[in-house]
């Protein structure tokens, strides 16, 4: 269970969440001792979720970036700590409790651009300040949720893709880009990512 800034459950001798360089924005949820740092982690929260961002307690956030589009939903645990990683959002990203990511690790629900051509044209205009004003739409994106389960790490440098299940207690090894389904217990490791062991 989580709780907005200043709200700690009742009897929880433990300081609520916080944002050590601003108000945490409304639409984020941070639980009783987690910590975000760095000024520009909110910059690109557009969704129109309430809540869009739920963290349990006593994380540490520390410089990782959260960017959303308009329906984009995040969930995390407990005692995680991601270092300087990037989540982008336009469905859904799903991470379990004791998860440990890696600095410029990058975690995509979507390819959040078109890929045919034309489209790559039509999406551009669209999120152009002309095509904002105008109220273009966007050319429809493919997206698939992605799921993290508890007690996974995932080492500097990943990129995990839409679609994704990595399931407990599994090892990413750094550099790796994940495309598959990964097993629970298993390490991986490569671009494309493939299982080489267990843990």
């Not at 601003?22 to 740092?37: A, F, M």
């Not at 990203?93 to 440990?100: A, D, E, Q």
Request: charged share 20%.
């Amino acid at each position: 269970m989580t709780h907005r800034e200043g709200t700690p459950p009742a009897g929880s001798a433990v300081a609520p969440g916080r944002w050590e360089d601003g108000d945490v924005p409304d639409r984020v949820c941070l639980g009783p001792g987690t910590v975000v740092t760095g000024g520009d982690v909110f910059k690109r929260l557009r969704s129109h979720r309430d809540p869009a961002l739920v963290i349990g307690s006593h994380c540490l956030m520390d410089m990782t970036q959260f960017s959303y589009g308009l329906e984009g939903y995040i969930e995390i645990g407990d005692r995680c700590l991601f270092s300087n990683a990037v989540l982008m959002s336009e469905q859904e990203i799903r991470i379990g409790s004791h998860v440990v990511i890696g600095w410029n690790t990058y975690i995509a629900d979507s390819d959040f651009h078109p890929l045919e051509p034309l489209a790559r044209i039509a999406d551009f205009i669209a999120c152009s300040p002309i095509g904002a004003a105008e109220g273009l739409p966007r050319p429809n994106v493919p997206c698939a949720p992605v799921v993290i389960e508890d007690d996974v790490w995932v080492g500097p440098a990943c990129t995990i893709l839409k679609g994704v299940r990595i399931g407990a207690g599994a090892f990413v090894e750094p550099g790796s880009l994940v495309s598959i389904e990964v097993p629970a217990g298993a390490r991986v490791m490569g671009n494309p990512a493939r299982v080489v062991g267990t843990v």
